[in-house]
């Protein structure tokens, strides 16, 4: 695993941008990664990290073999892994990032997402380990508090991580999360038995993504604003 000088080198020629967002909805969010994919596919000096809630979305992956009926309006997507739920109250990272510039693979850009994801939770005192492949996620004691899905198009990355703060586990059991029983799915607020405030949460994530990334100035910008206009 790169470690942050390592990550500090490889983006020393890199403009780094952050799109920080309140709860937003998931098909806007998605048709602007894809934009920025382009734009850093062509550019690849430039890094985006969106971070953000979802309002209530099931996705579905590539690998997703079959959809209950009952799920209202799942959305076919082109990361890894199969079906999963986004919603309030827990924090969804995206990675737009070329990894030809950088000298990585998605194995690297995973890696580093999981990283954040562990230094996060260690802030709150709670150790969690990164699995790959079939459990390709972070958990914690057996049970998984944060779900990994990346797409690439070029040798540009797309998607990321979510991670389950005061997320409503109850929406997971429509489904099989990532081809897994609904029952392993914990978020922090279950661990810990606290309810936490998302902004502030959020602002914490991004503190710690700049710090793993060794990152000393970036762009920030309001992803409401950049939304506008960018049709539901």
Not at 63 to 88: A, L
Not at 168 to 195: R, V, Y
Not at 200 to 206: Q, S, T
Request: glycine share 10%; hydrophobic share 35%; with cysteine.
């Amino acid at each position: 695993m790169m470690s942050e000088k390592d990550w500090k080198n490889r983006l020393k020629d890199a403009e780094i941008f952050f799109h920080l967002g309140g709860i937003e909805e998931y098909l806007p969010v998605l048709q602007f990664q894809r934009k920025i994919n382009s734009d850093v596919e062509e550019d690849g000096s430039q890094a985006h990290i969106i971070l953000c809630e979802h309002t209530e979305t099931y996705t579905c992956g590539i690998h997703t073999e079959h959809i209950d009926s009952r799920i209202p309006n799942p959305v076919r997507i082109e990361r890894g892994g199969s079906i999963t739920y986004h919603g309030p109250g827990q924090i969804v990272a995206y990675y737009i990032m070329n990894m030809k510039k950088l000298g990585t693979n998605v194995l690297g850009i995973i890696n580093l997402a999981h990283g954040i994801e562990t230094a996060y939770m260690k802030t709150h005192g709670i150790r969690v380990e990164s699995r790959l492949h079939r459990e390709t996620g972070i958990w914690h004691n057996g049970w998984k508090v944060g779900s990994t899905g990346f797409s690439i198009k070029g040798s540009t990355t797309m998607h990321g991580t979510a991670l389950n703060i005061n997320t409503d586990l109850q929406k997971f059991s429509a489904i099989n999360p990532c081809g897994m029983s609904p029952e392993i799915m914990t978020s922090l607020s279950e661990i810990s038995g606290k309810k936490y405030d998302m902004e502030k949460e959020k602002a914490l994530f991004m503190e710690i993504i700049s710090e793993n990334m060794g990152v000393e100035s970036f762009h920030r910008g309001k992803l409401s604003e950049q939304l506008s206009g960018i049709a539901p």
